[in-house]
Nanobody, 124 residues
Framework: VQVVESGGGSVQAGGSLRLSCTAS????????MGWFRQAPGKERSGIAT???????IYEDSVKGRFTISQDDAKMTLYLQMDRLKPEDTAKYYC???????????????????WGQGTQVTVSS
């Protein structure tokens, strides 16, 4: 399984970015998936997940600003990030659960397949 993120970059506070994630070697629509991030000096943490039944769960700090979605035809996972803040600066990772187990941002241990990450930098 190969997971690749893209779309990171530098943006001013209040701006938007859309991250994309493609995966090969798995049946895309059958897996629960999510986005995680790791800021400098901090542990990686989950921010948004989407289950194979389409339900989404967000971590409180991004709720109302970030939107996770998937396009099964394109086998791509997205993270639309609006109203970005300097504290959103981090390396963002896409990850897939090995099956269709229900997942949440707090259930990082369920995620088997990870990308290398893409950097997002938000300046004030």
């Amino acid at each position: 399984v190969q997971v690749v993120e893209s779309g990171g970059g530098s943006v001013q506070a209040g701006g938007s970015l859309r991250l994309s994630c493609t995966a090969s070697g798995l049946t895309f629509a059958a897996h629960s998936m999510g986005w995680f991030r790791q800021a400098p000096g901090k542990e990686r943490s989950g921010i948004a997940t989407i289950n194979s039944d389409g339900t989404t769960i967000y971590e409180d700090s991004v709720k109302g600003r970030f939107t996770i979605s998937q396009d099964d035809a394109k086998m791509t996972l997205y993270l639309q990030m609006d109203r970005l803040k300097p504290e959103d600066t981090a390396k963002y990772y896409c990850a897939f659960v090995g099956g269709s187990q229900h997942c949440a941002p707090q259930t990082e241990g369920l995620f088997n397949y990870w990308g290398q990450g893409t950097q997002v930098t938000v300046s004030s």
